[in-house]
């Protein structure tokens, strides 16, 4: 199994009762309540968490990017990935991931993931995603082309990485004149990529298609099943055998001395009104274009007022799903178990702790973690023979058939 | 206002042209009027639209990927939408034609005028957009919902309701969202404007009749000079009681301007 740590590095300095007040915490929910002094403070201890991960034992840290918003402090992912990449060891950077679509120009993103990988000497993994919907609007970024931003900077970032330069690129939204980066990856053919996601179809038949691990961000063990049923047909329609090595899951997971303050501290996981991404601007969250025609009538009655938000649930739910788990080690364990067992996935993600949890606490979580709870689920993962890529060597892609490997002299 | 008892019998046709089918309803007799709607579509019946083919024959085409109009999906710019209809006012044979671009459509509009200086036999645009404004904003409809957008476009909320009742249908929602969804596709960034066609609005030899609701919240008034200042042959014309959607607040006002204008040619 590959055990990951995972942050959304929460802007817990923010004045909640005016998000609340507003409506929203994203997107125009004014940056006149971010205070950089505290932001300092959070930048620097979210760092020691990400150290201390990889001291108790974890084999990756996931990261992530947002934008306007106070649920997460990351506006740039590689800036976090170039940190890690020279103050850890051991643990493999995992970006989940890189918003394509908002990206002008690919071969820039292409040469910082290169220069993180050979100075983290091969250790990244990188991710994409096509940024939420909020974030087209931020970043001033069509909404109604964001698949074909996302697929089209993929193919463009891959060749890069790939294909010996110059070369010319000529796409629909893309057209490069010189592709030429002087930094290319360490690790050949080029670095994993893994692909997360929450809600659609076509980013699972998407990632499936290209043999790339999809991870599944926190949703119930019952829809997770149907996107292993959906993956692994379009696996098998793609001539491969899907299996726990394509399977990745965030587990929003918080560890604790007593039940009681686990219990506590993982309602946290609610501080924005149980929305995934912010408490959402039903518009702003997803502007026309941005989400599936086959969601139109749904977004559209929830977009006015009139349904309910389709990716919302309460707390209690989600504990009953597992979206949550909380506890001491000794009673986490068992729910891990039949998660492992029932949707058989290699990488594990823990989101350990999120909102207004203290240092303190999170630090404790951190370690609990480590100490208890990865050795008992590493041990699940060899029972039930859930090799992560790294232990399967799968392929990088099902068209690059070779596992990655740093060049030699690294 | 009066309502048309009636609703008006359109011939409704799909009609292909360059990389495109266009959805034509075309109803009345008299000088062609060729009428380009707005953003958010156009409900089939409109008290205006009886007004006006009482003295034209009004041809109101649904824009490519607006309300029947299937999508292309090249298509990139208002400009391309403007160029598409030059080929179909040439696929069609019509000529003398006037133009009447309300809104959304008022800048479509101001693209073909702009394409042939001598093509049209009156214009007329009515709460254009197209211009960057030289103060405030045009209303973003990125940052609001379906109903508070249409909503925003009249100057009375009962009219809004008249139009489209309290509580707009799923279906209806469901057609402003596509219509919002080639919106974005082709007038995205800058938004709602074209930044060179000002300067080209000054080879225009047609001449134009601008009309602008006084309470209209979309497209700030100043966008109204703006066009009569930079079409050489112009006048400015405000509409009393209406926002954005004249021809839905003011139908028989703004049909009258209308006649009156073209008939002076």
């Not at chain 1, 609340?20 to 930048?43: E, Q």
């Not at chain 2, 197209?130 to 009962?158: M, N, T």
């Not at chain 2, 028989?252 to 008939?263: G, N, P, R, S």
């Amino acid at each position: 199994m590959h055990l990951m740590y995972f942050t959304e590095q929460p802007m817990s300095a923010y004045p909640a009762d005016e998000g609340r007040k507003f409506g929203a915490t994203a997107l125009m929910f004014s940056n006149k309540h971010f205070d950089p002094v505290a932001g300092s403070r959070l930048y620097n201890e979210y760092i020691e968490h990400y150290r201390l991960a990889e001291e108790v034992g974890f084999d990756g840290i996931m990261l992530n990017e947002h934008h306007n918003a106070p649920f997460c402090m990351q506006a740039k992912c590689n800036v976090f990935a170039s940190i890690l990449a020279a103050t850890t060891k051991r643990v493999k950077i995992v970006l989940l991931g890189n918003p394509l679509p908002l990206a002008d120009n690919p071969v820039r993103l292409a040469e910082e993931l290169a220069m993180i990988d050979m100075v983290s000497r091969g250790r990244l993994v990188s991710g994409f995603v096509r940024g939420g919907g909020q974030e087209q609007l931020a970043t001033g970024v069509n909404p109604a082309y964001n698949r074909e931003r996302f697929e089209e900077a993929h193919e463009l970032i891959v060749r890069a990485w790939t294909q010996a330069g110059p070369f010319r690129f000529e796409g629909t939204h893309y057209q490069h004149r010189v592709v030429n980066p002087w930094a290319v990856p360490l690790q050949k053919p080029h670095p994993r990529i893994w692909i997360p996601g929450v809600l659609s179809k076509e980013t699972i038949i998407w990632a499936a298609r290209q043999r790339y691990p999809y991870i599944a961000l926190s949703t119930a063990i019952d829809a997770t099943k149907k996107i292993w049923e959906l993956y692994d047909s379009i696996a098998a329609e793609s001539g491969y055998t899907g299996g726990p090595e394509n399977r990745g899951y965030l587990q929003r997971c918080h560890v604790a001395e007593t039940e009681e303050k686990a219990l506590a501290n993982a309602r946290q996981f609610m501080w924005m009104q149980g929305e995934f991404t912010g408490l959402a601007h039903p518009v702003w969250s997803s502007p026309s274009g941005y989400f599936s025609p086959s969601y139109r009538k749904a977004f559209v009655e929830y977009a006015v007022g009139r349904g309910s938000n389709p990716r919302a649930a309460a707390f209690e739910d989600q504990l009953r799903d597992q979206q949550i788990i909380a506890g001491t080690p000794k009673t986490v364990i068992p729910k891990l178990r039949r998660l492992l067992e029932e949707t058989r996935p290699s990488i594990l993600g823990f989101w350990a702790s999120d909102g207004f949890v203290s240092n303190q606490d999170t630090t404790t979580c951190i370690r609990l973690l480590g100490q208890e709870v990865l050795p008992a689920v590493r041990e699940m993962g060899k029972e039930l023979e859930l090799w992560s890529p790294f232990e399967a060597n799968a392929p990088v892609s099902i068209s690059q058939p070779a596992p990655p490997v740093p060049r030699n002299g690294a | 206002m009066s309502v048309a008892a009636a609703p008006l019998a359109w011939t409704t046709e799909d009609v292909s042209v360059a990389g495109a089918s266009v959805r034509l309803r075309s109803a009345g007799s008299g000088a062609p009027l060729l009428v380009l709607h707005h953003d958010i579509g156009t409900p089939e019946q409109l008290p205006f639209y009886a007004a006006l083919a009482r003295r034209f024959t009004v041809l109101l085409p649904s824009h490519p990927g607006y309300d029947g109009s299937e999508r292309p999906a090249w298509m990139r710019s208002v400009r391309d939408v403007a160029v598409l209809y030059q080929a179909l006012i040439a696929r069609r044979g019509w000529s003398d034609v006037a133009l009447l671009g309300l809104g959304f459509g008022g800048w479509i509009g101001a693209e073909m005028a702009t394409m042939a200086p001598r093509g049209f036999r009156r214009l007329v645009l009515v709460g254009a957009m197209g211009l960057k404004p030289q103060g405030g904003e045009i209303l973003d409809q990125a940052l609001v919902s379906y109903i508070e957008y249409v909503r925003a476009g009249f100057a009375d909320r009962a009219a809004f309701e008249r139009q489209f009742s309290a509580d707009p249908s799923t279906a209806q929602l469901e057609q402003w969202d596509l219509n919002r969804e080639m919106t974005f596709r082709i007038a995205w960034k800058p938004y709602m404007y074209n930044p060179t066609l000002a300067p080209l609005l000054g080879g225009v030899e047609t001449p134009a009749l601008i009309a602008w609701g006084r309470g209209d919240r979309v497209v700030p008034a100043v966008c109204g000079e703006q066009y009569a200042r930079a079409l050489p042959k112009s006048r400015l014309s405000v509409v009393d009681g209406a926002g954005h959607f004249v021809e839905m607040e003011q139908p028989e006002a703004l049909a009258k301007l209308i006649v009156q204008f073209v008939d002076e040619s």
